[in-house]
């Protein structure tokens, strides 16, 4: 049998079981949490790249002395000493790299040793791949086996970065925001598998706990669920090469190669919650992101322009549901109420979209494969890595009524071409068809 390890307050505990039965639920057999993980003494997720500079976050079981040695090809390797406490993750920054160059590097830490890769911001025309998911949950329609085949896929791509688009953490679904805690140290193990070969980019969920509005009992959980990501994934900070950052939500952008990428947070500004139908209003980027989009969007020369967010801000219901069919309502495209609810900002988000030629949108939340089109924009519902069955019977509920539908779960590998972008929805499927491609399409360059 393997044993979990959980990370608890800095210490190690050996834990046994297949799943962690949250009480407490609101109404109803309590939510099931699968926060079980292989034991791991050593393991690093890069992230925060740059043109120059990269942070490996590197965690260990036992406190030590570590060796890192890194390089490039036809480069002499570099090596330095990392000191590591037990069971805390610590942030190891590299700078003076080379632009656009694909870096090896080994961790060993007595007989532990760990070897992976990391890439540099590319230049522009050069061609690239990156991949991205939405709503790993590790809930009770989780497979942990089948989130790990999706995550070793992606390994097996060797794309550039990861994109995460959130429902990750889950911290809204415990009765206490550290009650949740496993949840980020089960994450940590599982983003390790990727994160030890390339970056990897987070965009929050509803359910990750960094939000505007107050839960249950009145509580905030937005200060200790930034921390906690903080602690356990490299940190985006606003500098010559990252936009947006603020100190406070989660949304920036960054130029890879020909294209700009954008992180959008529905979150941390809206402050009241959707309660139906029509106060969908309520969600918001807030001012200060809606224009800062708005900025990164008008000086960007790109070829292509990719959009990633948890949910519409907006949408059908309480909860936001939907693509293409939502994309004309409240903040995100409702052209007719738009000056008198937003009055003095410039356009709803999809006619800005429209506007400045943005490719294509990446959205999760819905547990679902939809590929759709409006304006010549690709809205691309992101379906789960991790989800033990996977159909599209929910479509309906939700509001979608165009597009090629199809069930989770699996990943969306990107191949970015000087003139054409190639996306493929890779599957997620035991032994032989595993990997296989369930859609593929072709984006122009503008």
Same mark, same amino acid.
């Given at each position: 049998?393997?044993?979990?390890?959980?990370?608890?307050?800095?210490?190690?505990?050996?834990?046994?079981?297949?799943? %962690?039965?949250?009480?407490?639920? #609101?109404?109803?057999? &309590? &939510?099931?949490?699968?926060?079980?993980?292989?034991?791991?003494?050593?393991?690093?997720?890069?992230?925060?790249?740059?043109?120059?500079?990269?942070? =490996?976050?590197?965690?260990?079981?036992?406190?030590? /002395?570590?060796?890192? /040695?890194?390089?490039?090809?036809?480069?002499?390797?570099?090596?330095?000493?990392?000191?590591?406490?037990?069971?805390?993750?610590?942030?190891?920054? =590299?700078?003076?790299?080379?632009?656009?160059?694909?870096?090896?590097?080994?961790?060993?830490?007595?007989?532990?040793?760990?070897?992976?890769?990391?890439?540099?911001?590319?230049?522009?025309?050069?061609?690239?791949?990156?991949?991205?998911?939405?709503?790993?949950?590790?809930?009770?329609?989780?497979?942990?086996?089948?989130?790990?085949?999706?995550? #070793?896929?992606?390994?097996?791509?060797?794309?550039?970065?990861?994109?995460?688009?959130?429902?990750?953490?889950?911290?809204?679904?415990? &009765?206490?925001?550290?009650?949740?805690?496993?949840?980020?140290?089960?994450? @940590?193990?599982?983003?390790?598998?990727?994160?030890?070969?390339?970056?990897?980019?987070?965009?929050?969920?509803?359910?990750?706990?960094?939000?505007?509005?107050?839960? #249950?009992?009145?509580?905030?959980?937005?200060?200790?669920?930034?921390?906690? @990501?903080?602690?356990?994934? &490299?940190?985006?900070?606003?500098?010559?090469?990252?936009?947006?950052?603020? #100190? @406070?939500? =989660?949304?920036?952008?960054?130029?890879?190669?020909?294209?700009?990428?954008?992180?959008?947070?529905?979150?941390?500004?809206?402050?009241?919650?959707?309660?139906?139908?029509?106060?969908?209003?309520?969600?918001?980027?807030?001012?200060?992101?809606?224009?800062?989009?708005?900025?990164?969007?008008?000086?960007?020369?790109?070829?292509?322009?990719?959009?990633?967010?948890?949910?519409?801000?907006?949408?059908?219901?309480?909860?936001?549901?939907?693509?293409?069919?939502?994309?004309?309502? %409240?903040?995100?495209?409702?052209?007719?109420?738009?000056?008198?609810?937003?009055?003095?900002?410039?356009?709803?988000?999809?006619?800005?979209?429209?506007?400045?030629?943005?490719?294509?949108?990446?959205?999760?939340?819905?547990?679902?494969?939809?590929?759709?089109?409006?304006?010549?924009?690709?809205?691309?519902?992101?379906?789960?890595?991790?989800?033990?069955?996977?159909?599209?019977?929910?479509?309906?509920?939700?509001?979608?009524?165009?597009?090629?539908?199809?069930?989770?779960?699996?990943?969306?590998?990107? /191949?970015?071409?000087?003139? @054409?972008?190639?996306?493929?929805?890779?599957?997620?499927?035991?032994?032989?068809?595993?990997?296989?491609?369930?859609?593929?399409?072709? =984006?122009?360059?503008?």
């Amino acid at each position: 049998m393997r044993l979990p390890i959980l990370l608890v307050s800095g210490a190690i505990a050996i834990g046994i079981g297949a799943a %962690f039965v949250q009480q407490g639920g #609101r109404g109803g057999p &309590p &939510p099931v949490f699968r926060t079980e993980y292989p034991a791991s003494k050593l393991n690093v997720i890069a992230g925060a790249p740059t043109t120059s500079s990269i942070t =490996l976050s590197v965690l260990a079981s036992t406190a030590g /002395t570590a060796t890192l /040695t890194y390089g490039a090809d036809k480069q002499p390797p570099k090596t330095q000493t990392v000191t590591l406490k037990e069971g805390v993750p610590l942030p190891v920054r =590299l700078t003076k790299l080379q632009a656009s160059a694909r870096y090896r590097y080994d961790l060993q830490m007595g007989e532990e040793k760990l070897s992976g890769e990391f890439q540099t911001a590319r230049k522009a025309s050069e061609p690239f791949t990156f991949v991205f998911q939405a709503d790993s949950h590790l809930d009770g329609n989780t497979d942990t086996q089948v989130y790990e085949r999706t995550l #070793r896929n992606i390994v097996k791509d060797r794309p550039d970065f990861l994109v995460d688009l959130g429902d990750t953490f889950m911290v809204d679904k415990y &009765p206490k925001p550290e009650d949740a805690l496993k949840q980020y140290q089960a994450q @940590r193990y599982w983003f390790s598998i990727p994160g030890q070969a390339m970056s990897v980019f987070l965009c929050l969920g509803n359910h990750d706990g960094e939000v505007g509005w107050r839960g #249950r009992g009145g509580i905030s959980s937005t200060e200790w669920s930034q921390a906690q @990501r903080e602690a356990n994934f &490299p940190v985006i900070s606003p500098d010559d090469f990252y936009s947006g950052a603020p #100190r @406070r939500g =989660l949304y920036y952008s960054w130029k890879w190669g020909d294209a700009t990428f954008i992180v959008l947070d529905p979150f941390v500004a809206t402050t009241t919650k959707t309660r139906s139908d029509e106060d969908g209003w309520n969600w918001t980027l807030g001012e200060t992101q809606f224009r800062w989009f708005e900025k990164v969007l008008k000086t960007s020369n790109s070829k292509y322009k990719f959009i990633f967010i948890h949910h519409l801000v907006g949408g059908f219901g309480r909860e936001a549901r939907g693509g293409v069919e939502a994309s004309d309502k %409240f903040e995100w495209g409702n052209k007719v109420d738009f000056s008198k609810q937003r009055s003095g900002w410039a356009e709803p988000i999809h006619e800005l979209m429209v506007k400045y030629g943005v490719t294509a949108l990446f959205h999760g939340h819905d547990h679902l494969y939809v590929r759709q089109e409006r304006d010549g924009i690709t809205y691309l519902e992101v379906p789960q890595p991790s989800a033990s069955r996977g159909n599209t019977n929910s479509a309906e509920g939700y509001g979608y009524k165009s597009g090629k539908l199809l069930g989770s779960s699996g990943h969306i590998r990107v /191949t970015v071409g000087p003139e @054409r972008a190639k996306l493929e929805y890779v599957k997620s499927l035991p032994v032989s068809a595993n990997g296989s491609i369930a859609d593929s399409f072709e =984006l122009k360059g503008r």
